[in-house]
């Protein structure tokens, strides 16, 4: 695994998302209520719509285009269940975020 700082604490407040470019690619992180920091795609594999422009209440994500829902503690979908987010790995060490942009890939689903 390749860990590459993406960010710090300080840019994504906890109950927070951002997304930042990590090797070309488009990585989303998300700041959990109680501290959990994880790291998905930016696009929603239903019709690539903006994660980042979501609802994001407590672990759960909500793409803003047809209302797909996931858990991003697992990045499983919540509403329909059959779609999955790429769940990258992820190291904190102190305030650093670091995110392995290969540990996983970016999902796509037709329905």
């Not at 690619?25 to 929603?44: F, M, N, S, W, Y």
């Not at 422009?53 to 994500?61: A, Q, Y």
């Amino acid at each position: 695994m390749a860990f590459v700082k993406v960010c710090t604490l300080d840019d994504v407040w906890e109950g927070d998302m951002e997304a930042f470019e990590v090797d070309g690619q488009k990585i989303l992180v998300v700041h959990l209520p109680g501290g959990d920091v994880r790291a998905t795609q930016v696009e929603c594999p239903h019709q690539q719509g903006d994660l980042t422009e979501g609802l994001l209440d407590g672990t759960s994500l909500t793409c803003p285009v047809h209302l797909w829902e996931f858990d991003v503690k697992t990045c499983q979908g919540i509403n329909p269940k059959h779609p999955t987010l790429a769940n990258y790995p992820v190291k904190i060490d102190g305030d650093n975020v670091y995110v392995d942009p290969e540990g996983d890939t970016p999902k796509f689903a037709h329905s």
